[in-house]
T-cell receptor
Framework: DAGVIQSPRHEVTEMGQEVTLRCKPI?????LFWYRQTMMRGLELLIY????????DSGMPEDRFSAKMPNASFSTLKIQPSEPRDSAVYFC????????????FGNGTRLTVT | AQKVTQAQTEISVVEKEDVTLDCVYE???????LFWYKQPPSGELVFLIR??????QNEISGRYSWNFQKSTSSFNFTITASQVVDSAVYFC?????????????FGQGTTLQVKP
């Protein structure tokens, strides 16, 4: 079975540019999460969706960040405009409906903003 | 407040040695979930185990074992007869809230290096 699929794997962009990260969750999973990993702050939750609806976006750092989930099989995380401090690895994860379902992570997108 | 502490930043062992990774957590919830994830050099996060707060039975899976003790708020992970392929960063995590929503609080991770 295919796991969580993220694209691109690596993204290098210049400050001020728009960046869009993409995620395809595991088929049948109804919850989707975006996490960010940095050396300074470790792994932190940005936002999560349940049945395509954003439930908690309290971790989104600022208005430059936005996330959408137009359907059950696709989500995007957009940064506009990007800044060097946004450089990090961004992970998407999904979870099934069972109460004891674990979180399954994608391979991450390593973003570098110069 | 909820918090996960992995006091060991880096551990280096020689192959075939046993190694224990410590995890201490803080939460006011009476029901919570604890997790371990592995992040190999390739970067992905691999789920290893989930434990409910009401189940204190220790678990063994091959060379891996986990010791959950509510009295000391610890959820330690032991690798028996370590192998080079075990080299990775290991994260302990706590579910936020009283249900397994996937909102995880992660520790800072322990980097394990297994030398041949």
């Amino acid at each position: 079975d295919a796991g969580v699929i993220q694209s691109p794997r690596h993204e290098v962009t210049e400050m001020g540019q728009e960046v869009t990260l993409r995620c395809k969750p595991i088929s049948g999973h109804n919850s989707l999460f975006w996490y960010r990993q940095t050396m300074m702050r470790g792994l932190e939750l940005l936002i999560y969706f349940n049945n395509n609806v954003p439930i908690d976006d309290s971790g989104m750092p600022e208005d430059r960040f936005s996330a959408k989930m137009p359907n059950a099989s696709f989500s995007t995380l957009k940064i506009q405009p990007s800044e060097p401090r946004d450089s990090a690895v961004y992970f998407c994860a999904s979870r099934g409906t069972g109460w004891n379902s674990p979180l399954h992570f994608g391979n991450g997108t390593r973003l570098t903003v110069t | 407040a909820q918090k996960v502490t992995q006091a060991q930043t880096e551990i280096s062992v020689v192959e075939k040695e046993d190694v224990t990774l410590d995890c201490v957590y803080e939460t006011r919830d009476t029901t919570y979930y604890l997790f371990w994830y592995k992040q190999p050099p390739s970067g992905e996060l691999v789920f290893l185990i989930r434990r409910n707060s009401f189940d204190e039975q220790n678990e063994i899976s091959g060379r891996y074992s986990w010791n959950f003790q509510k009295s000391t708020s610890s959820f330690n992970f032991t690798i028996t007869a370590s192998q080079v392929v075990d080299s990775a960063v290991y994260f302990c995590a706590l579910s936020k809230g009283s249900s397994n929503t996937g909102k995880l609080i992660f520790g800072q991770g322990t980097t394990l290096q297994v030398k041949p």
